[in-house]
Nanobody, 116 residues
Framework: QLQLVESGGGLFQAGASLRLSCAAS????????MGWFRQGLGKARQMVAS???????YYAEPVKGRFTVSRDNAENKVYLQMNNLKPEDTAVYYC??????????WGQGTQVTVSS
């Protein structure tokens, strides 16, 4: 059982950098693939970056070269470094954890707003 809490969102100018954090409690994240998802206004939730238990990262095309996902299993945290923010990055960002096919957890989300 995991509880996930995102932090670091806010209002930013285009071109700014930001790091989101996801702190886990209730269990270790080591056995879980971890990911960051976002949901913009009127849009479906979509994956932006994930990192598996072997620390292999995956990125959605719109964020490749700008975002970096990392995990610190000892600290029990996952991070999303977001560089060169664009207005289209505006969304609620969610941290997620998946283990197998029957264990999935979500954080409450943190709002990131990017103004031009």
């Amino acid at each position: 059982q995991l509880q996930l809490v995102e932090s670091g969102g806010g209002l930013f100018q285009a071109g700014a950098s930001l790091r989101l954090s996801c702190a886990a409690s209730g269990g270790r994240i080591a056995p879980y693939a971890m990911g960051w998802f976002r949901q913009g206004l009127g849009k479906a939730r979509q994956m932006v970056a994930s990192i598996d238990t072997g620390r292999t990262p995956y990125y959605a095309e719109p964020v490749k070269g700008r975002f970096t996902v990392s995990r610190d299993n000892a600290e029990n945290k996952v991070y999303l470094q977001m560089n060169n923010l664009k207005p289209e990055d505006t969304a609620v960002y969610y941290c997620g954890a998946r283990r197998g096919s029957d264990q999935n957890y979500w954080g409450q989300g943190t709002q990131v707003t990017v103004s031009s």
